[in-house]
């Protein structure tokens, strides 16, 4: 798969996910082979003032092509300034969020809010095409809510003005994250562009993966919540595609594993504080289905130190695994 000029592994891709995604979590993403990861995303106006936290997503060093970063604003000019200083910092495409439901981010007319006032949407998107010389992308929802569902006349305005791919999460604004993704909308989004339309929403295993290409005739596919805790589900989903084999879940003894890299790496991008602190949720995920998860779950909350974590997980590992 291809947008613009960027060749991507393959149509399989990670969703950026905010608290998420962070370098971490896309070293083991691209590890399990997935296409294209995205970082979390970011405030094109806190880019422009050189925000510090900002600048710790921004952090793409040493990270493999193709990158995709995200980016969320309203003001036309500010978004275009907040890409232009992503494609510096190494995005191979910059991804413009207008999907976003949280009531900090659409009461300043950003995220989902950009899908009321689609001539104002369509001029940040030119603004950015005009701006940076990577591929522009837009991640958008089904509509702002089901009275107002306008994904596919926002796509064609969004080719129209020069975007190179659009990605649909099948949900209304208002749902935020509840009941289950159209997938209807993303087969008539594609039906209606010439550009890649990625599909999104509700893919767990890899047999959802290839309905959603199969019915939707979408380009390509993005994974957000199946994959936290389980990168597995990346490969899983490319061998299914490929030749329809499903690879075995990923053994108790691999997911601790693979949950303690997790966590060095997170240290070691982090700091040992942060790291260990961001990495509890992520840990509740890698150990969900596990026997007496819910107890582990509440020691590990109680540490802070990286060795008391690993010792932990060492547990876990004794008596599971
Ligand atoms: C914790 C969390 C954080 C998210 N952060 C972002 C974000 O920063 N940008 C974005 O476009 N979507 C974000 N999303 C939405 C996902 O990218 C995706 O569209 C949504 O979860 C639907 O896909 P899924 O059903 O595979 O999870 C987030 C979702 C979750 C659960």
Request: overall charge neutral.
């Amino acid at each position: 798969m291809k947008i613009g000029s960027v060749q991507l592994k393959n149509n399989v891709l990670a969703a950026p996910m905010a608290g998420v995604t962070d370098k971490a979590f896309r070293i083991l993403a691209r590890e399990a082979g997935c296409g294209m990861v995205y970082t979390e995303m970011v405030s094109a106006k806190a880019l422009t003032y050189g925000n510090r936290k900002t600048s710790e997503i921004l952090d793409l060093s040493g990270e493999p092509s193709p990158l995709a970063v995200q980016i969320f604003g309203s003001d036309p000019q500010v978004v275009a300034e907040g890409a232009d200083i992503a494609v510096k910092a190494g995005a191979d495409i910059v991804d413009i969020n207008m999907g976003c439901p949280a009531p900090k981010i659409v009461r300043n007319g950003e995220g989902a809010a950009l899908m009321l006032d689609m001539d104002l949407a369509l001029e940040v998107a030119g603004a950015v095409v005009e701006r940076v010389d990577v591929p522009v992308t837009v991640k958008m929802r089904k509509g702002w809510d089901q009275q107002s569902v306008n994904s596919v006349e926002m796509s064609v305005g969004m080719e129209g003005v020069g975007v190179s791919g659009i990605t649909v999460h099948g949900r209304t604004r208002d749902q935020f994250y509840a009941g289950r993704a159209d997938w209807d909308i993303i087969k008539e989004v594609k039906r209606a562009v010439g550009i890649p339309v990625i599909g999104n929403g509700d893919i767990w295993k890899p047999q959802d993966a290839r309905d959603m290409l199969e019915y939707t005739q979408c380009d390509g596919i993005m994974v957000g919540r199946g994959a936290m805790g389980n990168p597995w589900l990346f490969e899983q989903i490319l061998s299914y595609i490929r030749d329809g084999s499903l690879l075995p879940e990923p053994t108790p003894k691999e997911r601790i594993l693979l949950a303690g890299r997790h966590l060095r790496l997170a240290v070691k991008f982090k700091g040992e504080k942060k790291g260990v602190m961001e990495m509890r949720k992520h840990l509740a995920w890698y150990l969900k289905g596990f026997p007496g998860a819910s107890g582990w779950r509440n020691k590990i909350n109680q540490t802070d130190s990286l060795e008391a974590v690993e010792e932990l997980l060492g547990e876990i590992l004794q008596v599971t695994a």
